[in-house]
């Protein structure tokens, strides 16, 4: 799934820009798959263009990756891969952390006010 809505927040690093990638990405995308022998990752991807070129691509969500194999792609998926990690930990960091819910235990009948549910009168067995 390529983000329709994805920011065009660019990060250029010498002729090297790695950006969200939308949906006027597709064919490129498609034709990188091909050549990769491989499938467009699903979610939210990433990509890296060189000179104007997208030459590789990673899914936010999956970490699945593709990459042109006729260009010198190793250190670019290296590159995404240290990006998306890095975005991934941002997006955790924001999301509010979840308690566990805490259910409450009807107390023993006797117990005195306050007892915690989780102490349980044992019956005598009979013999």
């Known amino acids: 799934m390529i983000d329709q809505a994805a920011p065009t927040a660019e990060t250029d690093t010498g002729g090297i820009v790695l950006r969200r990638l939308a949906g006027d990405d597709a064919d490129r995308l498609k034709q990188i798959a091909q050549l990769d022998s491989g499938r467009v990752p699903e979610g939210r991807l990433l990509g890296v263009e060189v000179e104007g070129q997208l030459l590789a ?12 194999p006729f260009s010198r792609t190793a250190e670019l998926r290296a590159l995404l891969e240290l990006r998306a990690a890095q975005l991934r930990r941002r ?12 259910q409450a235990r009807a107390a023993l ?9 989780w102490l349980v009168a044992r019956r005598p067995r009979s013999s």
Do not use: K, Y
């Not at 691509?57 to 042109?68: N, R, V």
């Not at 009948?109 to 549910?117: H, K, L």
């Open 57 to 68: 691509a990673i899914s936010l969500d999956t970490g699945e990756s593709i990459a042109d």
């Open 91 to 102: 997006e955790n960091r924001r999301r509010p952390l979840r308690r566990p819910r805490v």
């Open 109 to 117: 009948a006797g117990s005195p006010p306050g007892a915690p549910g």
